[in-house]
C-alpha cells in the first residue's frame, strides 16, 4: 500500500486463462522464519547512519538550489531516472520516521520526540508525492521539511558546543539579516 497515494502501480496483465479467485478476507500474518530478530534492530544513531543522512542527502542532491561562482544552480530533476531517485529516498524517509517512533527506540514518547519523527515521516510522503507528480515547487518545499524536522530534533537531543547554530534562534538569526522566518 503506498502512502498519500504517491505512486500508482501500473495495472498487471493476467497471464493465466484461469479466473481469479478472491483473496482471503483476512489475512494471517506472516511468521518471521526461526532465528529472525524481532523489534528494533539498529539503534537510533545506526538508524541515522544508514538510512536516514544517506537518503536525505541523496534527496537534497536532487533537489533546491546551490548559489555558486556562475549563479544559482537548480537541482531539480529533468530525467524520470533522477524523479525516481527522489520518490525512493523520501519513501526511506518517511520510514525512517516510523522506525524513529518505534517502541524502544524513540526517546521520550509523549514528548517532542515523536513531532519531530512524525515531521520526519510527513516530509518524505510530501516528497513521494512531489516527485511523484514532477512537482518542482513541492520538492523543494519537501526537502525544506525534511531539513527542518532534522535541525529541530538535533537541537532538542544531541548535545552542541556553546556556539553550535543548533542553539541559535533561526527566527531570530533571519530577522537579523533582514529576511522573513519561513513558516511553521
Not at 16 to 28: G, I, L, M
Not at 74 to 86: E, Q
Not at 100 to 112: E, H
Not at 153 to 181: V, W
Request: include cysteine; aromatic fraction near 4%.
Amino acid at each position: 500500500m503506498l502512502i498519500g497515494g504517491a505512486c500508482a502501480l501500473p495495472a498487471l496483465a493476467q497471464t493465466s486463462a484461469k479466473p481469479a479467485t478472491a483473496a482471503p478476507s483476512a489475512a494471517k500474518p506472516a511468521t518471521p522464519p526461526a532465528g529472525a530478530q524481532k523489534g528494533v534492530m539498529l539503534s537510533v544513531k545506526d538508524v541515522m547512519r544508514h538510512i536516514v543522512n544517506p537518503a536525505a542527502e541523496t534527496y537534497w542532491a536532487h533537489s533546491g538550489e546551490v548559489d555558486d561562482a556562475k549563479g544559482a544552480n537548480d537541482r531539480i530533476p529533468t530525467k524520470d531516472s533522477d524523479w525516481a531517485v527522489n520518490i525512493d529516498t523520501a519513501a526511506q524517509i518517511a520510514e525512517a520516521g516510523n522506525l524513529l517512533m518505534m517502541d524502544g527506540r524513540a526517546r521520550d514518547p509523549n514528548g517532542p520526540w515523536m513531532k519531530y519523527a512524525m515531521a520526519l515521516n510527513a516530509a518524505g510522503v510530501a516528497g513521494m508525492a512531489a516527485a511523484s507528480a514532477h512537482d518542482h515547487d513541492k520538492t523543494n518545499d519537501a526537502g525544506s521539511a525534511m531539513y527542518d524536522a532534522c535541525f529541530q530534533c538535533h537541537g532538542k537531543y544531541i548535545q552542541r558546543p556553546k556556539d553550535s547554530l543548533y542553539k541559535h534562534d533561526i527566527d531570530k538569526d533571519l530577522r537579523d539579516a533582514g529576511k522573513a522566518a519561513p513558516p511553521k
